[in-house]
């Protein structure tokens, strides 16, 4: 396959973003260029070939670009593509890969610099593991990816970005950044807290006693705070409703079981079941 | 290796009792009788070569066994064991293998003809599959199965079912029913309850959107209500009481998150990584 021929900026080169560099060598996009703060991380990302070239000079490294893709925290996003903005070509679309899309949105959309050349972006192919050295080059290869435009977003941004992940493996879909973060409060941010929580309050005597079924509940927990502490306070409003209805289901649960009605446990758990077996495997 | 020469019946073939069906036969342990309601089980367990011999009748099942291990939900296991005495002969062991184990050893304890002769066995090897289908002679290989002797259980009840356990592959550990039971509400019990409710309140159109992350966590509740609705109400007092807990943590994040105190969200999301992290994969 010919090379697309396009300049790609990763910003972040982490799990996602080393991934993401690894599936455009692969697919032949074009020329990589990654920046990180970590030296070290941006050396190995180099060696593994998700990128070609590393800096840690944001200006430096957007300067050519046609696509700057923002792979940090969700905190740190909006105010990376304002100062992007400023030295990257006006030809430049910039995305991110962050879990809350709806305070990233809002912050780019005022500044009226960046405003329309951004959409936000949110590969479903997270994972409990950090670090570049777990990058895989079909990560996003048949999962979905939501794009999540706004008014201010033009069609050419959507379009780009659009056949920027397809070429990469992805089934992309759209929604808006509220309809975005109110389906991951459900699907994936208060599943976090709940994981946490629930390996939180495990006595350290009775570790050992874990078996498959809690590793598997908790597996989430083991994702990096610094990633997810930023990506609840973004998301605060949606998640704080979810928790709500997750906490009104326990209480059905404690319900039911102080009043021994077995009946009322076996519909609950069967709810859940029938859910579950819907997603498959 | 020599056939040990044991007549071990097997009462309930689904994943449990036809996985210790399969190891006993190849660790040539002896000759194992299947013993369930459901003719088709029992020709399936047969076909798999998990058991030599399958039977409706309980009380032909259980004459001339050495040992009957009982794999039925938790709420049938002592009105069977009783039954089960009356036609054994006095030589034979008892024990079960049910994820709660108070009010099984109870009941059991507080009937002279077998009081002695039963001890609570309880591999942690479950899994959300169902059926004797997924069965595999494996599954105990490596894993904890906890042994729960009560003051009653005579030291050659104890040492059957313990050498036995060791034969299939298992590490055994000793518990009291009720230190059991209230290790178990905290691994198995209130995360299976929590996996329901996360599952029970995702709505039908955000299912797609529900990545691996959420697979995990919820997987545990595809496991079957009718095995699970019976240890729920057994456990009942520990379950409760590790709700309580886990709600509480959960009020911490609701307060961390409300006063958008990202220092405390951190520390409670990093509390729960630490324990995860020391769980191994």
Known sequence: MRSLGLNVTIVGVGLIGSSIGLAAKKRNLG?????????????????RGAIDEGTVDLTRGVRAADVVIFCTPVDRVAALVKQAAEYARESAFFTDVGSAKGEIAAAVDAV??????FIGAHPLAGSEKQGGEHADADLFVDRCTVLTPTSATKRDTFQAIESFWRHLGAKVRKMSPEDHDRAMACTSHVPHLVAAALAGILPKGRRELAATGFRDATRIAGGDPELWTPILQHNRAAVLAVLGEFEERLSDFRAALTNQDSVRIDRLLTQGKKVRDALGS
Not at 32 to 46: C, F, M, N, P
Not at 112 to 117: A, D, F, I, L, P
């Open 31 to 47: 020329y990589v260029i990654g920046v990180d703060r970590d030296k070290s991380a941006l050396e190995q990302a180099r060696h």
């Open 112 to 117: 009226s610099q960046v405003s329309g050349r």
